[in-house]
């Protein structure tokens, strides 16, 4: 079974300087024997995405964005914005959508996702999907409902597109509790699976071709926990931060899923 193990760097690192140090680190580190069980990607910043795109080119690592217009799929007055089309013309062929932190500093809502997942689909980008609840609402125990409206996004665009089995290639779903996310603290592997088996079936309810949808843990994923969410059926692999910015620890991530994963 095919596990993913995608580094989300956010607006790391400062230089061109230090991606290319962290792009060399992770090709020269990289066992040959990982690609087949464990499909790493990284998403840079806008400002580096061209340039490790055409590095990554024909390597096994995949490059992807970390967000994309909702305003237009190609072009347009949209100052600040980058576009789906633009996205892939780099070499890209993948994006995040949705993250928490897109979430809570742009406003990201519904509709907004709805257009994002819309233009990224249009242009042939896949997308990495982030759904995840607070602190309060975990501990409210509001976590599947939570997770159940921020699905809906999928559910829209799904309804709209004309040949929905292009979605089980072109999706992942990252499962991330916005309180795990930098902070060192990790729901349990038991709490995550049955959130995960819970997302599955919701995807699967909205048709039957989005059943296979790979569902990421995200949330201080690190070399000593990886071997642990890796083990659970339902993980098909981490979408990672903090440690996705050193080569070791991310590899040894993608070492322990490929190790677990492999086998199944
Ligand atoms: C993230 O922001 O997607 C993330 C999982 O971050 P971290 O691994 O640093 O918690």
């Given at each position: 079974?095919?596990?993913?193990?995608?580094?989300?760097w956010?607006?790391?690192?400062?230089?061109?300087?230090?991606?290319?140090?962290l792009?060399?680190?992770?090709?020269?580190?990289?066992?040959?024997?990982?690609?087949?069980?464990?499909?790493?990607m990284?998403?840079p910043?806008?400002?580096?995405?061209?340039?490790?795109?055409?590095?990554?080119?024909?390597?096994?690592?995949?490059?992807?964005?970390?967000?994309?217009?909702?305003?237009?799929?190609?072009?347009?007055?949209?100052?600040?914005?980058?576009?789906?089309?633009?996205?892939?013309?780099?070499?890209?062929?993948?994006?995040?959508?949705?993250?928490?932190?897109?979430?809570?500093?742009?406003?990201e809502?519904?509709?907004?996702?709805?257009?994002?997942?819309?233009?990224?689909?249009?242009?042939?980008l896949?997308?990495?999907f982030?759904?995840?609840?607070?602190?309060?609402?975990?501990?409210?125990?509001?976590?599947l409902?939570?997770?159940?409206?921020?699905?809906?996004?999928?559910?829209?665009?799904?309804?709209?597109?004309d040949?929905?089995?292009?979605?089980?290639e072109?999706?992942?779903?990252?499962?991330?509790?916005?309180?795990?996310?930098?902070?060192?603290?990790?729901?349990?592997?038991?709490?995550?699976?049955?959130?995960?088996?819970?997302?599955?079936?919701?995807?699967?309810?909205?048709?039957?071709?989005?059943?296979?949808?790979?569902v990421?843990?995200?949330?201080?994923?690190?070399?000593?926990?990886?071997?642990?969410?890796?083990?659970?059926?339902?993980?098909?692999?981490?979408?990672?931060?903090?440690?996705?910015?050193?080569?070791?620890?991310?590899?040894?991530?993608?070492?322990?899923?490929?190790?677990t994963?492999?086998?199944?």
């Amino acid at each position: 079974m095919q596990s993913w193990v995608i580094g989300n760097w956010k607006q790391n690192p400062a230089t061109q300087h230090a991606v290319n140090t962290l792009i060399d680190e992770l090709q020269e580190a990289m066992s040959a024997s990982l690609a087949p069980s464990c499909q790493l990607m990284v998403a840079p910043s806008f400002i580096h995405l061209a340039a490790v795109a055409a590095q990554l080119n024909e390597t096994d690592i995949l490059c992807g964005a970390q967000d994309v217009s909702a305003h237009s799929a190609s072009t347009g007055a949209y100052t600040g914005d980058v576009s789906a089309a633009q996205v892939q013309d780099t070499g890209a062929h993948w994006t995040i959508l949705g993250h928490s932190e897109r979430r809570q500093y742009h406003h990201e809502d519904h509709d907004t996702l709805v257009q994002k997942m819309n233009h990224a689909l249009h242009q042939g980008l896949g997308v990495i999907f982030c759904i995840g609840e607070s602190q309060q609402q975990y501990d409210a125990k509001e976590t599947l409902d939570v997770l159940d409206t921020q699905l809906k996004v999928i559910a829209e665009v799904t309804q709209n597109l004309d040949d929905t089995t292009v979605l089980s290639e072109k999706l992942i779903v990252a499962y991330e509790p916005v309180w795990a996310i930098g902070t060192g603290k990790v729901p349990t592997v038991v709490e995550v699976s049955d959130t995960h088996a819970h997302i599955k079936q919701t995807l699967a309810s909205y048709h039957h071709a989005l059943g296979s949808t790979a569902v990421l843990y995200g949330g201080s994923v690190n070399a000593d926990n990886a071997p642990d969410f890796a083990a659970s059926d339902v993980v098909d692999g981490a979408l990672v931060g903090g440690a996705s910015l050193k080569a070791a620890s991310f590899l040894a991530i993608a070492e322990a899923f490929a190790a677990t994963k492999g086998n199944k």
